[in-house]
């Protein structure tokens, strides 16, 4: 496989769908087979030693910024070991390999980030239901009972105390009940 070819089968694996230490694993096949490489680690203090297990005349040790433009992720160590030297090809591929993990990381945490908010949004507008639905609870026992504001939010958590359900669902019940008997003409989105 030429220097080309394995660069794309790098940026193949950390354009696909995997997770980090999947791809890690992937790539460092890939350069086992294809370059002589014996490892790509992310911060692994002790690659070092482990080269010097390799049973090869040439061996080589690359730390490599992982890295998303200008900010550094961290540090990939990669270890070449082989019957020829490779010199520059070994150089080129470490650090291509630098870039591309790094990408894929920056990938992995925005992706986290992104399900974080997706999970905060939703729940936010669980909560502005709830609310919704609180209030107009609180709105018809105002308007039907005569209740003060205080007075209905502590009705609603009495019975909600009592019966052993949410206020929300007591919320609901009171809402229900007044509709279904027409004493409210209001639409609950």
């Not at 070092?48 to 961290?74: C, I, Q, T, W």
């Not at 291509?96 to 945490?109: N, P, W």
Request: charged content about 25%; glycine content about 8%; aromatic content about 8%.
């Amino acid at each position: 496989m030429t220097e080309s070819e394995v660069l794309f089968q790098i940026s193949k694996i950390v354009n696909g769908n995997l997770s980090f230490p999947y791809a890690l694993e992937q790539i460092a096949l890939l350069l086992e087979h294809e370059a002589g490489g014996k490892g790509v680690f992310a911060n692994r203090p002790d690659a070092a030693k482990l080269l010097e297990s390799f049973d090869r005349p040439y061996r080589s040790f690359y730390n490599v910024e992982m890295r998303a433009g200008d900010v550094v992720l961290g540090t990939a160590t990669l270890c070449f070991a082989s019957d020829r030297v490779q010199g520059a090809f070994e150089q080129r591929l470490a650090n291509f390999v630098g870039q591309q993990l790094g990408m894929l990381l920056i990938r992995a945490t925005l992706a986290e980030r992104r399900a974080q908010l997706k999970g905060e949004i939703a729940k936010m507008k669980n909560d502005l239901a709830i609310r919704k639905l609180m209030q107009r609870a609180e709105g018809i026992l105002i308007a039907q009972h005569g209740m003060e504001p205080s007075a209905a939010k502590r009705w609603i958590a009495q019975q909600s105390h009592k019966a052993g359900l949410s206020a929300s669902q007591i919320a609901d019940r009171v809402i229900a009940y007044y509709q279904t008997r027409g004493l409210l003409d209001l639409k609950i989105a």
